[in-house]
RNA sequence: UCCCCGGUAGCUCAAUGGCAGAGCGGGUGGCUGUUAACCACUAGGUUGGCGGUUCGAGUCCGUCUCGGGGAGCCA
């Protein structure tokens, strides 16, 4: 019979229990007249449970050179500690020992800098932090989507290989099954005809295009995938490929989408205070003392809600001075959102109806003729959090639009389509995930908050 | 891609242009219901690479590389 029990479950029980299995891996271990003290780890919570082990054990002399990272399988009654720290403690009755991790593992029982851990990306999930992290970002992916099936929303798999470039949003990865070093060629250029998929291929960007279709026949639809893009960005909020949400809603305008997308960033940070609080309380203390401060002001604060015009108002009005200026026409830049959310409002800003000229060719045309149906949401520290629109439903106007911006319209008659057959108002937005979790953990840095980031000239593990 | 800062023991960091060090970790021994335990001893280095200046370079200069911070691009 199995009595494997994990740690987690371990550390609430509300009466001694005579026999458990505990299996993990050792984080640290004392020694004391006669007996020693285990810390095992088995990954179910941040807590460790302290392990028993006396020299009546056959093994002693084994479990006495237990190393930090060693992994074991503790039999035992739990019991009272009668020391402090801790409510329950295991009299180990054996312990196997499953392997030995040699005097050269890298993680030691002391804090270890987040570079260097980032170039142990493979062991650093082993670590209090890294593993919190790890577990906050589980949590949230499940309520991600129980949060959309809870409000009819169907979940939609995009694909990743894409053969439309001009997404709007960023440099293409290419892909190609043709011998790279030796390229079919036609004319001096690239013979695509001959690749894999007859044409130039990519990985994608969004899968907003394709989830519009959809939800043009299920009504309210979301994809929750990786992303993919060949920026050479060098920054902390900036990885090649991340994990995107994206909710598309059929007869939905902009003010809907603010809603849901406000609504959605409450959600998630009540999971995370309810659900992850321990996970949270090391982030609060170590990393971001403010942390609890932002969660509960993110949750219970009505979101600020301003238009772009009034969002320059307010920063011309300001008086600071900002490294880039202000002005009508020109895209906010990272100082302007920080300001906007950090300084002015002190919370989470939703900005809305940006001038039509810095923005994609999909987004919905106001009557003003100058702005287009687009809003972000910024947050403290992070700046944009949330990207959207209302999607250009008029085939005209779109088509219009598309031309103004030379787009090659024959690649998009798909798209084109569903604006001629049944065009319903309809919006959406992305969500960076990466983003959202640096903002519910204070992780300052994104190649913290997933498991093997790739970024430029890194492509390790 | 641009600007700024950095790379010294396994890790975190010291070292006026003049003998390369500490704490932690590792090893050995001791002590102890301990809590990042404690005490003693011990091993451990091509100072990121290449080139230059100098009697002499970890230190100054050039260059490459890697890492960090900021910016652009964006989520």
Redesign the pocket.
Known sequence: MNKRMKINKLLYLDEAVDEVVVKGWV???????????I?VNDGSCLKNI?I?ADNSQDNYDDIC?L??GSAVAVSGSV?E??????KW?I?AKNIEIISIA?????L????????????IAHLRPRTNKYGAAFRIRSELSYAIHKFFRDRGFRYIHTPILTGSDCE????LFQVTTLDMENMPRINGKTDYSADFFGKEAGLT??G?LSAEMFALALGDVYTFGP?F?A????????????W?VEPEMAFCDLDDDMDVAEEMLKYLAGIVQKNCAEDIELFAKFIDKELKDTIQNTLSSDFERISYEEAINILEKSKKKF??EIKYGK????????YLTEEYFKKPVTVYNYPKD?K?FYMRLNDDNMTVAAM??LVPR???????SQREERFDVLEARMKEMDMPLKDYWWYLDSRRYGSVPHSG???????LLMFLTGI????DVIPFPR????I?F
């Not at 937005?429 to 983003?435: K, P």
């Open positions: 984080r640290t271990r004392r020694s004391a007249k006669g007996f020693s003290f810390e302290q028993i050179r190393t930090t019991v500690s009668p020391g402090k720290g801790q403690e009299n040699p005097e050269d593992y890298l030691q029982k002391k804090r270890h800098s987040d570079e260097f851990l980032r170039t709007g949003a960023g440099e960007v969004s907003q992303t893009r920026e050479n960005s060098n920054t902390s909020r900036h990885v090649a490929e991340f995107m490294e880039y895209d906010l830049q990272t100082e302007h959102e920080r810095i994609p972000d949401i992070i700046g944009e959090i949330i990207g959207g937005f992305g969500l960076g995930f990466e983003r300052s840095n994104i190649r970024t430029p000239k890194n390790e």
